[in-house]
């Protein structure tokens, strides 16, 4: 299907119409009886209110509706979609130690970790709701289909985030792409892609083969999605979305450039590499004291208010009770950024993407006899054209 | 009924062993086809697997067998409340800095906040699976009814923890003995007492009157419990579950004992108390640098290496870059405890809890014609009588 601007329209208009029908059913789910509660509703809405493609809603009612389901049932389900994944996102941040969410300080930066996990904790609660609200309008054996495969979407997400935050712990840099499609299919994909397709089709009364074939179209699009949102991270066209440009260097994040790097790059390359991206970020943990003192140190010696050997016996009492901190330098995450260019590994990764796409487009094509001519069946090509104009 | 070593032995018996069947449900339930996330199982063990009452299993089991309902029945739901409790509190472990959780370090001590917090996701998401498999068990309707009960359950729990976290941050301590009645009944009752109970009945397949009924007694139970557990952590008498003593002053927790003495308190031991509760408690944030450099600066100017002038701008600069934070000290908080004990309010906590078991004990008297004779009926009054133990 040709990116024309009338399909990039398309999209937009749809995404937009969909993101704004689940955040009103989001509202509609806060109790209004709960004054004494006020506070932990509002901070519920924060990240759903903020600005989203919404991608998720999108995918569940355009796969609800090109199956000839309606809009109705698949609401509830893309309404509980959309507050888990805001929910992840809130431990997520903590968990990565984010700064930045949607261009906006992350809750537990406004609002302290305590409170954030709280949040989440109850976003994920509330999510079963429209689950259960669900059953008078899609009948019991679809409900419970749907509760079926949300319970196992958060099994893998949360394996998914495990092995992630395993790696991060051991400092595991050797890993083959086949590792980070793990990760990134449990972690990502399960609830963004695969979830809101199966959702979807059982909201529309589809039988599993039906459903499985959808689902496999939706991991392959969500692999490519992530891999090229990886890249845009480095290539610093991040769009309108507020993440930090090359935030995922800073952080560490395995993605498939530096993974390809990390195998292709000389032993001094990435023995060097691997001492960076072990180092902590700036600002996450306090700044060593002792740095800060140093200077007046200096000067106080210069002047003759210290004498040389007391100056060594405080930086020695300094270094012990804050042993140096090195964290990441500019120059260093250029240094990595060079070296993922260098070994091609950018180039790889939008070559992956595109495999990964094409496969999509396979899967897609091969539910075509029984997709319903209709502008949710057009969506779910320009979304296939939406990822592939971004690994151009 | 009378406190007599046979019952006190009946509950043990009877407590063990619900534990150990739900701690075998709990291990049944973690998949075997994971190995690429053991460690994130073993660690999702390590909470369930550490000595604990076994109260919530107990009281869904007995509840369910009393109104003749199967083991079986109770025995999914009965775990997936045990896996629910045990990631609450993980979470509620880090929100509350709290160091010591049965007797050993908390999880996010021994693997850091963001392991913690996954771990408690993926409990989140495993403990929907033993109600949805239930449903082969007890039928669609009761499993549906269960999955309501615990939705509800878990947004009440969130809502009791938003409600303390906030007079956290807002520093409130002048609350009313509703308030604390409140946030306990959402933050713990709903999930410790009336859920178990809720969950059994309804398994043994009783309407909404009886379960009702029922839910008043565990509540009224749950709420003179939670007082109780609240004089004895200050009284010392912690018995064998290894929550540190007086921990709560030193957390700064709102319990009826605290709110009391702040409402008899004089205005000015009241601001003193007010203050101290507002310190945070030793060891929580990284110790104020300047107090260890001082005794050295002294040391150096006794000694002719620093002159006092120099001392005085290292002294500036050490408190600018880290302003000194008053923790609480051990005098401050047997300051508050001389406090609650003249102003007799562990006299008027206990009273409270004896009125709230009585109110329990009416309740469950009101149920006696339809709870069959029977060792659950019987451990059902014991845990009444095992409550007014420790009230004494």
């Known amino acids: 299907m040709p990116d024309t601007p009338s399909a990039s329209g398309l999209l937009t208009g749809y995404l937009?119409?969909?993101?704004?029908?689940?955040?009103e059913e989001i509202r509609r789910l806060v109790p209004a009886d709960r004054p004494h509660a006020a506070f932990l509703y509002e901070l519920m809405l924060e990240y759903?209110?903020?600005?989203?493609?919404?991608?998720?809603?999108?995918?569940?009612?355009?796969?609800?509706?090109?199956?000839?389901?309606?809009?109705?049932?698949?609401?509830?389900?893309?309404?509980?979609?959309?507050?888990?994944?805001?929910?992840?996102?809130?431990?997520?941040?903590?968990?990565?130690?984010?700064?930045?969410?949607?261009?906006?300080?992350t809750l537990h930066h406004l609002h302290g970790v305590p409170v954030a996990i709280n949040v989440g904790d109850a976003m994920l609660a509330l999510s079963l709701q429209p689950l259960l609200d669900n059953i008078g309008f899609i009948g019991l054996g679809p409900s419970l289909r749907i509760l079926q495969v949300v319970a196992h979407m958060a099994r893998e997400s949360s394996e998914g985030q495990a092995l992630?935050?395993?790696?991060?712990?051991?400092?595991?840099?050797?890993?083959?792409d086949e590792d980070?499609?793990?990760?990134?299919?449990?972690?990502?994909?399960?609830?963004?892609?695969?979830?809101?397709?199966?959702?979807?089709?059982?909201?529309?009364?589809?039988?599993?083969?039906?459903t499985g074939m959808l689902a496999e179209f939706a991991r392959c699009l969500g692999i490519a999605f992530q891999i090229q949102d990886d890249v845009l991270n480095l290539s610093g066209d991040v769009g309108a979305y507020?993440?930090?440009?090359?935030?995922?260097?800073?952080?560490?994040?395995?993605?498939?450039m530096l993974l390809h790097m990390m195998r292709h790059a000389t032993s001094e390359e990435r023995a060097e590499a691997g001492r960076i991206l072990s180092l902590p970020r700036p600002g996450v943990h306090p700044s060593a004291q002792g740095s800060a003192?140093?200077?007046?140190?200096?000067?106080?010696?210069?002047?003759?208010?210290?004498?040389?050997g007391g100056r060594e016996r405080l930086l020695r009492v300094l270094a012990a009770s804050?042993?140096?901190?090195?964290?990441?330098?500019?120059?260093?995450?250029?240094?990595?950024?060079?070296?993922?260019?260098?070994?091609?590994?950018?180039?790889?990764?939008?070559?992956?993407?595109?495999e990964w796409l094409r496969r999509a487009e396979e899967s897609l094509t091969a539910c075509e006899g029984w997709l319903l001519p209709s502008e949710h069946r057009t969506l779910l090509h320009t979304l296939l054209s939406y990822v592939l104009q971004r690994v151009k």
Chains 1, 2 share one sequence.
């Not at 499609?181 to 979807?200: H, N």
């Not at 507020?242 to 498939?256: H, P």
């Not at 003192?293 to 040389?308: A, R």
Request: glycine share 8%.
């Open 293 to 308: 003192l140093e200077p007046l140190l200096e000067q106080l010696v210069t002047e003759g208010e210290l004498l040389p």
């Open 16 to 23: 937009d119409e969909c993101r704004a029908l689940v955040v």
């Open 322 to 354: 804050h042993p140096p901190r090195e964290e990441k330098t500019p120059e260093q995450v250029r240094f990595l950024l060079g070296l993922i260019q260098r070994h091609g590994s950018l180039d790889y990764a939008r070559q992956k993407a595109r």
């Open 48 to 105: 759903p209110l903020r600005e989203a493609k919404g991608l998720r809603p999108a995918l569940c009612i355009a796969t609800c509706r090109a199956l000839g389901g309606t809009l109705e049932a698949a609401l509830r389900p893309a309404a509980a979609l959309e507050l888990y994944h805001n929910a992840f996102l809130i431990h997520d941040d903590i968990e990565d130690e984010s700064h930045l969410r949607r261009g906006r300080p």
């Open 180 to 210: 980070y499609v793990r990760m990134v299919e449990q972690k990502t994909c399960w609830y963004s892609f695969i979830t809101p397709v199966k959702v979807g089709a059982i909201a529309a009364r589809q039988d599993e083969r039906r």
């Open 242 to 256: 507020g993440k930090e440009i090359g935030g995922d260097l800073w952080e560490g994040k395995r993605t498939l």
């Open 164 to 176: 992630e935050l395993e790696w991060i712990r051991r400092g595991v840099w050797a890993l083959e």
